[in-house]
């Protein structure tokens, strides 16, 4: 969580912000687990009575209230007033193979801060990792989301095969395809696309590349737009935040 | 270096990249140091005979044989002809905060992987970090060029205070000043104006933002213009790297 280390300078002038899973209304009293009390009491130093947000990914953002610590850990708190209506993040997936466990950290809370919508890590076949903990990367993500105001969680996949991934593939959903060995460059192919109601994937691949095989089947599929992001040779993280980033800056300058 | 741990698969389709100062001529012999003679005997398993590319920054990237590595440590390699004429990177600056050592690890990394020119960590009034160990940044960012196939190294300073910063800073050469209280969408911004002769630079803040005072200083400022990189509130190093991101991608779309 964003503050934890600076709490003296500015916690006064941002509201901490937790995410609890459930259905709300004005006035519900909410348990909260004891980790988030940890976080509230020792370490943001928060008594009972003192002003936090909460969301849970369905109604916005809460103003609420700590009604109490309790001795066992838990905590209780209670809703005051919606302050900031639901908005969804742009409908957008992430591919990638599964890497060096603080890698993924980084991709899950880099790409979570970007506003991507779902992570589906992908087992291709130069992948060098083959788990990925799924709970370990909500955490990250529930963490991320807290910290950068977006009002969802990114949902979290386990692990499938790219050959699973492609089939199941929705045909009206464009993937971009962050191919090493060239392709249109990004901005221009994403440019209208990555606005369209079905949303969009980005896949990028592992640091061996894709196998020929690979490339040739996923060239074949209707979906897929073959995309550059310059001459260097990108890390996997590096290339997925690029990527996101590129698309999702082009989204806020075509609004403009 | 990229390479470490897939040697197996790839190591005989992508060649090994060293970054060695100085000036070269074909025919050549350079000593290389003992963390690279580890490098290539140890971790990529490579004898004397085997080819390898070097790069000094200065000239492009040179093929190269292995002549032998000495018992102490060291090792000679020859240069046998120049296989890719130089290109510099684009004239970029990124202005940032220390952060804590992993994160600037990432930033330093992630940037040098874009293709940042020169890296200058910059002392606010909120940051949280006062030290920047240059060397080890330097480290990191050849590092970073070795793997990434750029043909230079981005310089970089020590850290100065951001007053000095701007005190010195030259009055052609654009500042993209990234504040997370809203501006000009990045994209909008840059258009046009990363392309100048005269370069650009991008300057993240730390977590606890600008203070008032800094905030209106760098308003004023002729050269700087405000950004916006959307509506989430992105880590110090997440939004380095959006933005820098988002310019390249402009770039390529630019040219192409």
Same mark, same amino acid.
């Given at each position: ?19 609890? &899973? $459930?259905?709300? *209304? ?22 009972? *009575? ?9 109604? $916005? ?13 838990? *905590?209780? +708190? ?30 899950? &809370? ?5 506003? @991507?919508?779902?992570? +589906?890590? @992908? ?29 969802? =969680? ?19 959903? +464009?993937? #971009?395809?962050?191919?090493?060995? *060239? ?26 590349? #894709? ?18 992001? $310059?001459? #260097? ?7 997925? =935040? ?15």
């Amino acid at each position: 969580m964003f503050l934890k280390n600076k709490q003296n300078k500015i916690s006064n002038s941002i509201r901490i912000r937790l995410f609890v &899973e $459930g259905k709300y *209304g004005k006035g519900c009293l909410l348990e909260i687990s004891e980790s988030q009390v940890h976080y509230l009491k020792n370490v943001m130093r928060l008594d009972a *009575g003192k002003q936090i947000t909460v969301f849970n990914g369905l109604d $916005g953002e809460w103003l609420a209230t700590i009604v109490n610590y309790e001795r066992k850990g838990c *905590g209780t +708190i209670k809703l005051l007033a919606l302050s900031k209506p639901y908005e969804a993040s742009p409908n957008c997936w992430l591919l990638f193979p599964p890497l060096r466990s603080l890698r993924t950290d980084y991709l899950v &809370e880099k790409s979570t801060e970007i506003g @991507v919508s779902k992570l +589906i890590p @992908v087992k291709t076949s130069y992948s060098q990792i083959s788990r990925f903990n799924v709970r370990r990367h909500r955490s990250n993500a529930i963490e991320a989301s807290e910290q950068c105001g977006r009002l969802d =969680i990114p949902l979290i996949e386990p692990l499938l095969s790219l050959e699973d991934v492609l089939s199941m593939w929705p045909e009206s959903r +464009i993937l #971009f395809f962050c191919d090493e060995t *060239g392709g249109e460059p990004i901005l221009k192919a994403s440019y209208g696309c990555a606005k369209s109601e079905s949303g969009f994937g980005v896949l990028v691949g592992p640091e061996g590349g #894709f196998t020929i095989s690979e490339r040739i089947k996923l060239k074949k599929q209707p979906f897929v737009r073959v995309v550059s992001l $310059g001459s #260097f040779k990108l890390r996997t993280e590096t290339a997925a =935040i690029a990527a996101l980033s590129a698309i999702f800056a082009s989204k806020d300058y075509n609004n403009s």
